[in-house]
Nanobody, 124 residues
C-alpha cells in the first residue's frame, strides 16, 4: 500500500517562505511523477506544480511560476515544494500527489495517490 504524508504547512506573513515535504511510503511498481495541488474552500483542487520521474522536467501554474520550486529526492522518497514570496491568495490546503508514469497531468483525476493535505495560511 502506498501512502503519502505531507508536512511543513503553517501560518506565514505575506512575503514569507515555507517548505512543504511529502514522504512516499510503500512500493511503487514503476516510475512515478509527483505533484502538488491546492484547494481553497469548496473549489476543485488545482495543480500548483509537477515533476517528472527523472526530476529533470517540471511544470508550474501561472499563479506560482517564479515563486515556487518543486524538487524530489528519490533516495529519501521525498518531494518538496519551496514556496517563496507568499501571498494571501496562496492560502489553501496543499496536497501531495503521485501517479504511475513518466510525467505529470494537469487534472486531479489523473493522479492515483494522495496525501491527507496540509494547511498553508498567509496572513498578516
Amino acid at each position: 500500500q502506498v501512502t503519502l504524508v505531507e508536512s511543513g504547512g503553517g501560518l506565514v506573513q505575506p512575503g514569507g517562505s515555507l517548505r512543504l515535504s511529502c514522504v512516499v511510503s510503500g512500493r511503487m511498481d514503476s516510475n512515478y511523477a509527483m505533484g502538488w495541488f491546492r484547494r481553497v474552500s469548496n473549489q476543485e483542487r488545482e495543480i500548483v506544480a509537477g515533476i517528472d520521474w527523472t526530476g529533470s522536467s517540471t511544470y508550474y501554474s501561472d499563479s506560482v511560476k517564479g515563486r515556487f520550486t518543486i524538487s524530489r529526492d528519490d533516495a529519501k522518497n521525498t518531494v518538496f515544494l519551496q514556496m517563496n514570496s507568499l501571498k494571501p491568495e496562496d492560502t489553501a490546503i496543499y496536497y501531495c500527489a503521485a501517479r504511475l508514469g513518466s510525467s505529470w497531468r494537469i487534472t486531479a483525476p489523473m493522479w492515483g495517490f494522495w496525501g491527507q493535505g496540509t494547511q498553508v495560511t498567509v496572513s498578516a
